[in-house]
T-cell receptor
Framework: GQNIDQPTEMTATEGAIVQINCTYQTSGFNGLFWYQQHAGEAPTFLSYNVLDGLEEKGRFSSFLSRSKGYSYLLLKELQMKDSASYLC???????????FGGGTRLMVKP | DTGVSQDPRHKITKRGQNVTFRCDPI?????LYWYRQTLGQGPEFLTY????????KSRLLSDRFSAERPKGSFSTLEIQRTEQGDSAMYLC?????????????FGPGTRLTVT
């Protein structure tokens, strides 16, 4: 099975940088995804890592260490609209399903 | 293409009633997933289709739940004899053929309230 842990809540200031951590223990691994979910809306894809290292995409970056079962999502130049839940998800070896963590609710304050 | 659509967006039903939800994936996406999400939690996998074949089912999917994808396009999820614990957001997602980094595209969800 899969076990995924991430902090429940975080608060940061507009314009700052925030790092959201995710640790996982899995019986199979075929990639790690980060999704953003605003309240009452569907999750939307942010980033994907399958190899170790950093993937950068504009203001968002994601890092993966497979040996440590660890990932983080880095958000730079925070904006108020970044207030949302951020979901870490691991894909199983067969590539058929995602197991999600509980999500980290990020509040960006002025 | 307008993305994954789900219908209805909201459903209120009384305990013991049956409900059915529909999901229309992005056209040409052959893989379709159902998830359930309760407040403050991440989505939980329910079941997965590749074309019309249901290839995987979670233990969460009790015998009151059934999903179909008869022609490999839209899918339905039926819950029989609903219970208050079934109250949740039911999310559908799809991915195109192939593999690799294809992310799952989520629909807006159907919010079920069982009274």
């Amino acid at each position: 099975g899969q076990n995924i842990d991430q902090p429940t809540e975080m608060t940061a200031t507009e314009g700052a940088i925030v790092q959201i951590n995710c640790t996982y223990q899995t019986s199979g691994f075929n990639g790690l995804f980060w999704y953003q979910q605003h309240a009452g809306e569907a999750p939307t894809f942010l980033s994907y890592n399958v190899l170790d290292g950093l993937e950068e995409k504009g203001r968002f970056s994601s890092f993966l260490s497979r040996s440590k079962g660890y990932s983080y999502l880095l958000l730079k130049e925070l904006q108020m609209k970044d207030s949302a839940s951020y979901l870490c998800a691991v894909r199983d070896r067969a590539g058929n399903m995602l197991t999600f963590g509980g999500g980290t609710r990020l509040m960006v304050k002025p | 293409d307008t993305g994954v659509s789900q219908d209805p967006r909201h459903k209120i039903t009384k305990r013991g009633q049956n409900v059915t939800f529909r999901c229309d994936p992005i056209s040409e996406h052959n893989r379709l997933y159902w998830y359930r999400q309760t407040l403050g939690q991440g989505p939980e996998f329910l079941t997965y289709f590749q074309n019309e074949a249901q290839l995987e089912k979670s233990r969460l999917l009790s015998d009151r739940f059934s999903a179909e994808r008869p022609k490999g396009s839209f899918s339905t999820l039926e819950i029989q004899r609903t219970e208050q614990g079934d109250s949740a957001m039911y999310l559908c997602a799809s991915t195109p053929p192939g593999g690799g980094m294809d992310e799952q595209y989520f629909g807006p969800g159907t919010r079920l309230t069982v009274t």
